[in-house]
Structures are given as C-alpha cells and as structure tokens.
C-alpha cells in the first residue's frame, strides 16, 4: 500500500517511511503531490484531533490516497502542566534536536525522570477519518544525550526496563519500541482485516 503524509517535517517523513518500509508499505510527503500548503493551527488539547485535522485537510486535496498525519507529545512525571499535546509549540524556544533535548534533560534534572511519549497517527480516504491508532512508550529521562542514531528526543529516552537510550540501538533494535511503529503496525493490521 502506498501512503502519502501530511507533514513538513522532513524527520518525521522519514521516520515513517523507515517505518512503514519495514510493513512492506510505502510512505511519500503530499509535496510530492501538491504544492506546499498551510495547515490549519493545532489544537491544545488532542493528539487524535491534530492528526486527524492534518489528515483530512490534505485527504480532501487528495481523496483517492490514504492519506495519514500524526501527532506526537512527551509528558514528563516532573512537570506534567507543560509539554504533552503542546510539546512541539512548548519547545519553539529551542529550536535544535540537542537544544530541546538539554532543555528537557535541565526540566528532570534532580527530580523524577519518568516519562511518556505518545503518537497518533489518522487515516483518512475520501475526505473521512478511517482510523485513528496510537503508540506509546514509558521509560526514564537520560541524564546527557547518549547514542549516535538519531537525535533530539531519541538520544534521552529511555524504554522502560532498558539501560539505552533510543539512539544508542540500531534501527531494528529500537523499532518495536518507537511509537510511531507500535501505531503504524496497529493501522496496518486494522487496514488488512478491513480491506474489501
């Protein structure tokens, strides 16, 4: 199957092509197909609306494609007012993967380090959501930015019973641990048991 995203952000796009490439599907930006476009501002409250939102706006562009979008946060135990569903306009001051990643180590520095990332990922076909799925990952803060594959939040994350950080694995290693693979597996399934 061939998806087509709605996103501008050049990491994300290949994250998720790794991703779905693994599932044996194909990922490509809606820049492929379109000109450059202004989504519509994000909400503060729903990782599912956002990505839903984005989804639609483009599948409405482009209604024979599935067309997916999708929403990531962080929520750190230490300060759970901040980050979240905001993380991506709460981090606009340090605009750097090492910047925002210092930032976060500085947020749990000599409190608890706990954390959870999660992702929604939408789908939609003929100006419609057909489903909407999420990832997400527990684990512990690093205390410096560790590892060499990958960057920003993959060099402090650690899963739950791990001793690595994200970037510290190989792709294969740290893929059943990303959220956006755990949501794409569960779109992929969803979309195979309901195929016509």
Request: hydrophobic fraction near 35%; proline fraction near 5%.
């Amino acid at each position: 199957m061939q998806f087509v995203v709605a996103s501008h952000n050049h990491d994300k796009i290949k994250e998720l092509q790794q991703i779905f490439r693994v599932c044996n599907n194909e990922v490509i930006p809606y820049t492929d197909l379109l000109s450059k476009i202004k989504f519509p501002p994000e909400g503060n409250y729903s990782y599912e609306e956002n990505a839903s939102d984005k989804a639609l706006f483009i599948s409405k562009l482009l209604p024979d494609k599935l067309v997916i979008a999708d929403d990531s946060g962080l929520l750190l135990t230490a300060r759970p007012k901040i980050l979240g569903v905001r993380t991506a306009r709460d981090l606009t001051n340090y605009p750097t993967p090492q910047q925002y990643a210092q930032h976060i180590i500085r947020l749990v520095q000599g409190r608890d380090r706990k954390f959870i990332m999660q992702t929604s990922i939408a789908c939609a076909h003929q100006g419609k959501i057909i489903k909407v799925v999420d990832g997400t990952l527990k684990g512990q803060i690093a205390s410096t930015e560790r590892g060499i594959n990958g960057e920003g939040f993959s060099r402090i994350l650690i899963p739950r019973g791990l001793t690595k950080t994200l970037a510290q694995m190989t792709f294969e290693e740290s893929y059943p641990y990303l959220t956006r693979a755990r949501a794409t597996e569960k779109l992929i399934r969803f979309l195979k048991e309901n195929h016509d």
